[in-house]
């Protein structure tokens, strides 16, 4: 045996070059029945701080037994409670220098060992492959002290040829693993940096006529499909034949000159609605490989992007891989779920945000239905902190590693139907050796266009690309004649990329609470053709669970490993939360992008919605009709069911509508009257059960009737008593003109709250600022509300009076060190038996920024039962905000106080309810307290958030476990709330739901429960 050959130093972990030895060509990854083990499971590990480590542990007789046991697939910075290091964040920076191709010294590194035995009869096998679907960032292979090679790109696949090191009996692989190597420069991704062989390691024994690689190219047109097949063999498979038994399809190939195209039909065509899939088995008389086939054709005419001849509108989401124990090693169990997850929220589309996923992650997306965007392994965006000097996307030592990129890319994954197009990577800058991999794939896969963001030109992809792109400057994208000016373009490029489809690659920052304005994106796609929607940044936030010191467990993000350089919780921006709980983010974008649409029409053109006799159902489905579903409808008083039914619905076709008539609704006299329609499945999918929710509509068929005016019995006011002057009215006691005591139970306030603790949009500075906004460039919201003193208001009294039956406090509420100030005039009475608060609200002249909310804070000290949930008629389920309410619904809802709150990974505002009508304390199940809310003089409701904490108390906290403990509920009662907008990473609040500082009244009447 001879001993391991090594490469002198360490010189090829600097090397941009993709791979050495005996590294076989990319090809699909085909379920075959050709023998293969896999190698997945305990391996022998060692960590080294450098790579400076001898290579003598490849050899087969070397002494690991003193080494540890690591499972592959893993990452080991996950394994051993960080005796192996710890995962590092960053978005943007690189964790090294940025000294291309360089690396530093200290390089973490991996050697993995294990034995194998060699099945029986592999020694007749022709080829013996080794095949790693994914190693972070660069790793060397050795068989039985034999170097097989060593390669690089982590989401990639490589295989290596080691027939010649393998023996019959015991066998011995020998991987190294680098951190950090040229290829961490174009692997600068917005996610975990974790090292390790994290996906499958598998043994294949190559059959002698045997099936190298297939290609099976669909296409549909008009009820008939067409096959054009790509066989890659030897002349000693032949002949090969293809099976399509559902389609009664049979060739025989007698050699590879035979291999032609083919027609198939009828068939059902494949799309992200209805994925129909046909089984095709390529067969010699050594191998048999299984293909699903799904018939549909990808062009692009003029400027729609369509998919079996119809334009389609992507409902995406940006998908990472990422598990917050087991990070990006892929579970399919999981991703099955997750998918099925996607589904039931109305997702139909996937960019595989980027780089190639699990290679069965497309199984299931071919299987469940996704339009999916597969993106190359590849992201170089450190070099902006250099000003892009140096940036390999346009380096010619690096060409051959951005065109190895892209083929492992495609050539993986070529017979997914789910993949309908391309993309080169992510935020990478421009240059030639992006237009190269750009044209390779235009020579190899004339079916599916191309995609990069970064090409702002259009210089050598398809569609026109852009990420957070505001509303109005999407609008005008889509807009025909539009010169307004595009990024980056000369008139004439901005002219030669509106004759193209339009896509945002990423939009609508899904970090923390939020985003906002979902809706208004939406409603381009529907009146401006060339936009075909897009995809949200992201669907999962990153958290990586772990515990502090007492082992309170949390999930962590950036800096939470005492990372040099980190880019904090910017890794938590997704609408799935780490333990898998959908945000209400997800349920506004399921309302906002319903294929389903509902208007309420009326026979008699002079009458409005609210006397509408009919539904008008439109069905905004790619191609499926609305066969599958079911149309219900039912009533509710007051948020109280008093009748339900079935709607005798057409089928509607796709892009069709039809009117339904609505039943006869009972209208109650002395309570709202809310009409629900519902779009529900009927029957079960492989993603939902029969009966789930797939879009609805509601319509207040309330009977007209005018709130009288609330009656101002005339005061005698005078001075109240002294401050140690108590009064009661029905369930409220003062002291010195402050509320001490309500329904029996110790109370505080109201106090003046116009402060929310701060959302990660309004912590962010990204995005545009509207001329009419009250926001700054570049300085968020967060930072004025602190420079204002929000969040640190105190009151000064200016008056207390009373009046029999009622007390008025005059306050001035101001911060330290600011000027500005807020009248404040509460006003309690005693009105039909029950008590009834009065707030209005009026600002100083000089405030110069938006508010986050104008409200009032009750403290309710925790007294024998503290309160612990409530029940309200209102809005709900879910939290909701002025930009985000497509998702609430009126009705009657509870829940108990610790429900009321969404615990993202950094505390911040959370659980307003919106549109208040009547709100009831729970303390052990039991009412303690009720509150009925009345609109203002303008009809605008009130909302409410009730918490064990304060906005202060929350803003203070980093994460959820650094929450003080709580001693109080904290009811908060807003007259209004600022929006949420997206601009930790895209456009500020709109406008018209910005909170300018303004007056306002809150008008309550309170009574026991």
């Known amino acids: 045996m001879s001993s391991p050959r090594t490469t002198p130093g360490t010189a090829y972990v600097t090397d941009p070059a993709p791979g050495h030895g005996a590294l076989r060509p990319a090809r699909s990854w085909l379920h075959t029945d050709a023998p293969s083990l896999s190698l997945n499971g305990p391996w022998r590990f060692r960590l080294s701080p450098t790579a400076h480590v001898p290579a003598d542990f490849a050899a087969a007789t070397y002494d690991d037994s003193g080494w540890d046991s690591l499972p592959v697939p893993s990452h080991w910075v996950l394994q051993g409670d960080g005796a192996y ?29 294990r034995h194998f035995a060699l099945p029986e009869g592999w020694e007749q096998a022709e080829r013996i492959v080794l095949r790693f679907d994914g190693v972070e960032s660069l790793f060397r ?82 009820g008939r499909g067409t096959i054009d097949p790509e066989v890659t063999a030897g002349p000693a498979a032949f002949p090969v034949t293809l099976r399509v038994p559902e389609l009664g399809i049979e060739q025989v190939w007698a050699g590879p000159e035979d291999v032609a195209p083919l027609t198939a039909g009828p068939v059902q065509p494949w799309t992200a609605e209805r994925p129909r899939l046909y089984e095709a088995t390529v067969s010699s008389a050594a191998e048999t490989v299984t293909v699903r086939l799904g018939f549909r054709t990808v062009e692009i005419r003029g400027d729609r992007f369509l998919v079996n001849g119809r334009r389609v509108v992507f409902h995406g989401m940006n998908r990472h891989e990422t598990h917050p124990e087991r990070g990006r090693v892929f579970d399919e169990e999981h991703a099955r779920a997750d998918l099925a997850r996607m ?206 010191a007492d082992g309170t467990p949390y999930f962590a993000y950036g800096g939470d490993f005492g990372e040099v350089v980190h880019d904090g919780n910017f890794v938590m921006d997704g609408m799935v939360l780490s333990n898998d709980v959908p945000t209400p983010s997800l349920h506004e974008f399921k309302a906002v992008v319903q294929p389903v649409r509902f208007s309420f029409a009326t026979a008699d053109t002079s009458g409005g919605s609210d006397s509408a006799d009919a539904v008008e159902i439109t069905n905004l489905r790619h191609s499926a009709d609305t066969s599958d579903l079911r149309f219900r409808w039912r009533v509710e008083h007051d948020g109280v069911p008093v009748a339900e039914g079935e709607l005798t619905a057409p089928v509607v076709p796709a892009g069709a509508s039809a009117r339904v008539p609505l039943p006869e609704v009972p209208v109650a006299e002395d309570a709202e009257t809310w009409l629900t329609v519902e779009a529900v499945l009927a029957a079960a999918t492989a993603w939902a059960g029969a009966g789930h929710e797939v879009a609805t509509a509601q319509l207040d068929r309330t009977a007209a009737r005018r709130e009288a005016p609330p009656v101002r019995t005339p005061r005698h006011w005078r001075p109240a008593e002294g401050a140690e002057g108590t009064l009661t009215l029905g369930i409220a006691e003062f002291a010195g003109g402050s509320l001490v005591r309500l329904a029996g139970r110790p109370v505080t306030g109201p106090k003046l709250e116009l ?93 110069s920024t938006v508010w986050p909310r104008i409200g009032i804070r009750f403290e309710l000290p925790d007294d024998g039962a503290p309160v612990d949930g409530a029940e309200w008629f209102g809005t709900g389920p879910l939290e909701s905000y002025p930009d985000s309410m497509r998702a609430a619904r009126t009705g009657r809802f509870a829940a108990g106080i610790g429900e009321l709150s969404v615990e993202y990974a950094r505390p911040q505002e959370t659980g307003h309810r919106s549109q208040l009508r009547e709100l009831t304390l729970t303390a052990g199940g039991t009412g303690v307290l009720h509150v009925t809310a009345h609109p203002d003089a303008r009809g605008r409701r009130p909302g409410f958030s009730l918490s064990r904490h304060t906005p202060q108390q929350i803003a203070r906290a980093a994460h959820p476990f650094e929450l003080p403990a709580s001693s109080a509920a904290h009811l908060i009662v807003d007259a209004a709330q600022h929006g949420l907008g997206s601009r930790a990473c895209g456009p500020d609040v709109w406008p018209e739901f910005a909170l300018r500082p303004e007056a306002r009244t809150i008008r309550l009447r309170l009574r026991s429960a």
């Open 85 to 113: 290091g710890r995962p590092i964040y960053t978005n943007v920076q690189f964790p090294f220098p940025i000294d291309p191709p360089h690396v530093p010294d200290e390089n973490p590194t991996g050697d993995y060992r």
């Open 141 to 222: 292979v050795w068989v039985n002290g034999e170097e097989a090679g060593g390669a690089s790109g982590s989401r990639l696949a490589h295989e290596f040829d080691v027939t010649g090191s393998v023996r019959p009996g015991d066998n011995v692989v020998a991987v190294r693993v680098h951190q950090w190597s040229a290829a961490s420069y174009v692997e600068d991704q917005d996610q975990w940096w974790l090292p390790g062989i994290f996906r499958d390691v598998t043994l294949h024994a190559r059959p002698a006529g045997g099936i190298e690689d297939v290609w099976l190219r669909t296409g549909y047109d008009d």
């Open 343 to 548: 589904k039931r929220f109305n997702v139909n589309a996937i960019r595989t945000s980027h780089y190639p996923p699990h290679p069965r992650l497309l199984d299931l997306a071919d299987e469940l239905g996704f339009w999916v965007v597969l993106e190359c392994d590849l992201e170089t965006h450190g070099f902006d902190a250099v000003g892009w000097a140096g940036n390999p996307s346009d380096d010619p030592a690096w060409r051959e590693a951005y065109l190895d990129r892209i083929r492992r890319t495609v050539e993986r994954d070529k017979n997914h139907p789910s993949i309908v197009m391309w993309s080169l990577g992510n935020e990478a800058g421009t240059g030639a050796n992006l237009a190269a991999m750009s044209a390779w794939v235009h020579a190899r896969d004339t079916g599916r266009p191309v995609h990069y963001e970064g090409d702002h030109t259009g210089a050598y992809t398809d569609v026109y690309s852009r990420m957070y792109a505001s509303v109005p400057e999407a609008e005008q994208i889509g807009t025909d004649g539009s010169r307004a000016p595009l990024l980056g373009c000369t008139p004439a490029q901005g002219a030669h990329q509106r004759t193209k489809p339009f896509l945002l690659c990423e939009y609508a920052h899904a970090m923390g609470n939020g985003p906002g304005a979902l809706d208004q994106y939406e409603a381009l796609v529907h009146t401006h053709p060339r936009l075909h929607g897009g995809f949200v940044w992201e669907w999962r936030d990153h958290g990586i669970a772990t515990t502090t």
């Open 755 to 847: 402060f929310r603790a701060p959302t990660d949009n309004d912590e962010g500075t990204s995005g545009e600022v509207e001329e009419s906004d009250a926001s700054l460039a570049g300085v968020s919201n967060a930072e004025l509300w602190r420079r204002d003193g929000l969040d640190r208001l105190t009151t000064r009294r200016i008056s207390v009076e009373s009046a029999p039956g009622a007390l008025r406090t005059v306050d001035r509420v101001s911060a330290a060190n600011s000027g500005l100030w807020v009248a404040v005039e509460s006003t309690w009475s005693l009105e039909d038996g029950e008590v009834e608060l009065r707030v209005e609200t009026a600002p100083s002249r000089g405030w």
